[in-house]
């Protein structure tokens, strides 16, 4: 599986930009996506998480009520829309997939480059 993302950029506090992140490879094995991001001096952190069917997403507290992850399995694509952002949102965002081989229950996981997100006050 391979994952490039897109769409970071400079903004505003309080303006907001959509994540894109491109699956490419074996995309039916995919069981679940997330994005992550790692700001300066800190660990990485879990922003957003999506099963494979789009039906289940968990946010992390931080970010819940401004940001809205979503997929388009037609397009193998995952997507974090980003609304009123913060300063603290800072941070390179990751795109991950999580992958689970049933032939022997192997776990795998992939990550994209990161893109830079950077929110000025």
């Known amino acids: 599986v391979q994952l490039v993302e897109s769409g970071g950029g400079l903004v505003q506090a309080g303006g907001s930009l959509r994540l894109s992140c491109a699956a490419s490879?074996?995309?039916?094995?995919?069981?679940?996506m997330g994005w992550y991001r790692r700001a300066p001096g800190k660990q990485r952190e879990l922003v957003a998480g999506?099963?494979?069917?789009?039906?289940?997403?968990n946010y992390a507290d931080s970010v819940k009520g401004r940001f809205t992850i979503s997929k388009d399995n037609a397009k193998n694509t995952m997507y974090l829309q980003m609304n009123s952002l913060k300063p603290e949102d800072t941070a390179v965002y990751y795109c991950n997939a999580y992958v689970v081989d049933y032939s022997d229950y192997s776990k795998y996981e992939f990550w994209g480059q990161g893109t830079q997100v950077t929110v000025s006050s």
């Open positions: 490879g074996s995309t039916l094995s995919i069981n679940a």
């Open positions: 999506i099963t494979s069917d789009g039906d289940v997403t």
